[in-house]
């Protein structure tokens, strides 16, 4: 879950419709309301996959002449290719005049998504004198010298330290045959990205929406468009039963807010549980103003918009104050895995029935007691198996050796994984691990299980739950915060962050996604919420 999109009160996300007057309280029925686009605007787009905008530059090197009197005129082609082989463009470089070792200006933007393989294929061609006039975009590539062809995926280049790639220019089709020159790839993530503003809010003589209790406020920040609605970007937590509220910073990027100077809308509800949250008031103030405010150490008060019974927008008393702003850099998921960061693989898989590294539970071992946490190659002290290769073989030869037993227990094994990764941190590793864990039963140490989530999720640690079989499942999506729910362990520890994510097979076998991508669309966001939270700078900024 990103910063912004954790509104929690009690363990529940603040989402659903919005009543600007009357009713409201606690105990109100649910009802759809005219936030339902806005909970799935933040569900499509803020809390799950993390899409990054890349710019790519591209260079060549020792191209064929394709010309007599002179040298080539390279022009190059950026395609994606989708998963039935077919090729996709999504853009061209400009035509460089006679140069065998071109490059180009024109970058190429791409967007990068960590949970899917995206592959790439980057065509050369000599473009003929008598197209030089037309825009690029027109040119007919039949019509045009073929110079060669290289592929990669996304993932090669923006993992690289330098994020560039040389890859060898070959026939169409024929990628060991001959080589025809060199194109190198570089990523760069465009700088306003980067940019971004942290602001803490807090606010004074709220008025009471409550009947027995006091409000329990949250904030919504949105974005003007040019169409005259606004589009949610941002939202507080809530906090539970206070009218002078001052909430946790919220980060704001320029890709968000777009301008300092574009206006934004702050509307302040009272979370109910019903979902039917009551607006307190709202005004409009772009990030210019926010920051003026903040100087002036001045507030600026709230609306109450028109109703049926008034026409004319009200001004209350209750005010915003900015408590803190500060603009800086925000370092992306691709600055920390670019630097040398680590993403450690650990895997438990469920020997209470015959589903399919190097943990087992649930399992009978050879002395005749039942684990919930044994090593899968059965060495008594190394619990490591070499690739994917090793924990199948580990796996295999478990399976003649541990009886299937039960029950489903993941206490121990998450236990264990956090201990490896509390040990990473003693030790001041960039390292981040990733506990997969493959079960085909329903959890039934559940409250053992949230205690070990909670108390790992301050932890360099993600945990991916693959559920196999026609089990119910239904208690996994407790321990996946998906629907705003943060863990709770057994003596009141609220979780500090989303770490689980689930994943029934049974849901995407066969379907528009893989099993992999849906396990790994929030690995990135959860990454990026343990280092910020830490303060943790990628290994090669200062």
Not at 14 to 27: F, T
Not at 494 to 507: H, K, L, S, Y
Request: proline letters at 4%; charged letters at 20%; one cysteine or more.
């Amino acid at each position: 879950m990103g910063n912004c999109f954790s509104d929690v009160k009690g363990g529940q996300q603040a989402i659903g419709g919005s009543v600007r007057a009357g009713g409201g309280g606690h105990g109100g029925s649910a009802a759809s309301g005219p936030n339902d686009a806005v909970d799935y605007f933040f569900r499509a787009k803020g809390e799950h996959a993390l899409f990054m905008p890349i710019e790519l530059s591209l260079s060549a090197s020792k191209l064929r002449d394709r010309d007599i009197t002179s040298k080539s005129d390279p022009m190059a082609v950026i395609f994606t290719k989708r998963r039935n082989g077919k090729l996709e463009e999504i853009g061209r470089t400009e035509v460089i005049m006679n140069s065998l070792d071109p490059s180009w200006i024109q970058k190429i933007n791409v967007t990068y998504q960590f949970e899917i393989v995206q592959h790439l294929v980057f065509q050369v061609y000599d473009v003929d004198t008598k197209y030089h006039n037309l825009p690029v975009k027109m040119l007919n590539l039949e019509d045009q010298d073929f110079l060669g062809e290289a592929s990669c995926v996304v993932s090669e280049i923006v993992t690289k330290r330098e994020r560039s790639l040389t890859l060898n220019l070959h026939s169409r089709g024929r990628p060991g045959f001959k080589h025809l020159g060199t194109l190198t790839v570089r990523a760069e993530e465009p700088v306003a990205s980067r940019n971004t503003v942290e602001i803490t809010f807090r606010c004074s003589a709220l008025e009471n929406k409550d009947l027995l209790s006091k409000s329990d406020p949250f904030l919504r920040i949105s974005r003007t468009v040019e169409t005259g609605g606004s589009v949610p970007i941002c939202k507080t937590e809530v906090v539970n039963n206070n009218l002078n509220p001052i909430w946790k910073p919220v980060q704001l990027t320029m890709q968000q807010f777009v301008s300092k100077e574009n206006p934004l809308v702050i509307e302040c509800f009272d979370f109910n549980d019903s979902g039917n949250h009551q607006l307190i008031g709202k005004l409009q103030k772009s990030v210019a103003e926010l920051e003026t405010l903040y100087q002036s150490k001045s507030g600026a008060k709230f609306i109450s918009p028109s109703s049926g019974f008034r026409r004319h927008e009200k001004v209350l008393k209750s005010q915003i104050i900015v408590e803190v702003y500060v603009e800086k850099q925000l370092y992306s998921f691709l600055d920390y895995i670019s630097s040398g960061f680590e993403l450690n693989f650990m895997v438990a898989v469920d020997f209470t029935d015959r589903c399919f590294p190097a943990w087992g539970f649930g399992g009978r071992t050879p002395d005749c007691s039942v684990s919930h946490c044994f090593n899968l190659n059965g060495s008594p002290s190394e619990f490591e198996v070499e690739g994917v290769d090793g924990m199948m073989a580990a796996y295999t030869s478990a399976l003649h050796n541990v009886a299937l037993a039960g029950p489903t227990l993941f206490g121990q094994v998450i236990n264990k994984a956090a201990d490896i990764a509390r040990g990473s941190v003693s030790c001041n590793y960039a390292k981040y691990y990733i506990l997969l864990i493959i079960t085909d039963g329903v959890v039934t140490d559940l409250q053992e299980t949230m205690d070990s989530v909670v108390r790992a999720s301050d932890l360099p640690l993600s945990i991916l739950i693959v559920g196999v079989g026609n089990a119910n499942f239904k208690e996994m999506e407790i321990l996946d915060a998906d629907n705003g729910r943060r863990l709770e362990s057994s003596t009141g520890r609220i979780a500090t962050r989303d770490i689980v994510q689930f994943v029934p097979m049974r849901e995407v076998h066969g379907g528009e996604i893989s099993v992999v991508r849906a396990l790994l669309e929030e690995l990135p966001s959860q990454f990026l919420s343990y280092v910020r939270s830490k303060d943790i700078k990628p290994l090669n900024m200062s």
